[in-house]
């Protein structure tokens, strides 16, 4: 079965920099969410994702924005990067609680 | 805001039974997600309860009481395989899961 599909896997960028992540969602899941977790730490809730709007905001910085485009796919923008964003950026996509939330294999984005 | 609570890290023996237990504090709940995550990869789901009450998969049952702010999840007949995280999240407002810091479960020959 089709899985939840981030790109790109593994990401390096320096201080400063900005970075796009991607997420492929399930099909016909109609919401995508992005975590973010750092090392040691639990996924934290960034933002979402319903039928193409914005339905839900986390913990997002404002130096982040996403996006969910007419395919249903999402990107995570991500600009004047820090240290401390380096994460793993998980999405996961779902068609509601009791079917429960898919997670993609997450991107691990290294700021040095 | 939410508290969710559950130990840091168990250990258990394979083919034993363990409890994984987690408390938690939230406005707005929206159901209990229970998720499994190896090192380095996605959390994966395993179960959800909204209603208080047992709910059995498998090897691996969740156990809900609102009233108390309280579910556990029990894994039989543990294999080597199941050591990981277990993430215990709260579902609020749009039913996105608040993750806890996780139970690092560790089995043991």
């Known amino acids: 079965a089709a899985g939840v599909i981030q790109s790109p896997r593994h990401l390096i960028k320096e201080k400063r920099e900005t970075a796009t992540l991607k997420c492929y969602p399930i099909p016909r899941h109609d919401t995508v969410y992005w975590y973010q977790q750092g090392p040691g730490q639990d996924p934290q809730f960034l933002i979402s994702?319903?039928?193409?709007?914005?339905?839900d905001k986390g913990s997002i910085p404002d130096r982040f924005s996403a996006q969910q485009f007419s395919d249903y796919h999402s990107e995570l923008n991500m600009s004047s990067l820090e240290l401390g964003d380096s994460a793993l950026y998980f999405c996961?996509?779902?068609?509601?609680?009791?079917?429960?939330?898919?997670f993609g294999s997450g991107t691990r984005l290294t700021v040095v | 805001g939410q508290n969710i609570d559950q130990p840091t890290e168990m250990t258990a023996t394979e083919g034993a039974i363990v409890q994984i237990n987690c408390t938690y504090q939230t406005s707005g709940f929206n159901g209990l997600f229970w998720y499994q995550q190896h090192a380095g990869e996605a959390p994966t789901f395993l179960s959800y309860n909204v209603l208080d009450g047992l709910e059995e998969k498998g090897r691996f049952s969740s156990f809900l009481s609102r009233s108390k702010g309280y579910s556990y999840l029990l894994l039989k007949e543990l294999q080597m395989k199941d050591s990981a995280s277990y993430l215990c999240?709260?579902?609020?407002?749009?039913?996105?899961?608040?993750f806890g810091r996780g139970t690092s479960l560790i089995v043991h020959p």
């Open positions: 996961a996509s779902s068609l509601g609680p009791r079917s429960g939330y898919t």
């Open positions: 999240a709260v579902g609020r407002g749009s039913y996105i899961p608040t």
């Open positions: 994702f319903y039928e193409k709007m914005q339905s």
